[in-house]
């Protein structure tokens, strides 16, 4: 059974191994924070009244889902990866 990110080889860490598995989780975050930066942007144009506020929660949602979004990836992957 090989360890993740540890290259049998050399016993150093794999960077390749490291890399692929930063990039699709770099992507989710990129994703959901440009989403997010949407709203915001919104509330920023109108920050004097009610509908400032409106965006700023929608944002915020947006925020925490992609939150929970990216660590149940971060769980999956760690389990598949323990699994191999």
Known sequence: MTRPFI???TGGLD?????REAYP???LIALFGGL???P???ALLFAG???GALFTIVA???L???TGVVLMYVIARGIRLAET
């Not at 960077?15 to 890399?19: A, E, L, V």
């Open 64 to 66: 925490a889902v992609g």
């Open 7 to 9: 290259d049998p080889e």
């Open 40 to 42: 915001f942007v919104v």
């Open 60 to 62: 915020q949602f947006v």
């Open 36 to 38: 997010a930066l949407v």
């Open 49 to 51: 009244n009610g509908v």
């Open 15 to 19: 960077s390749d191994q490291i890399q």
């Open 25 to 27: 989780l770099a992507g």
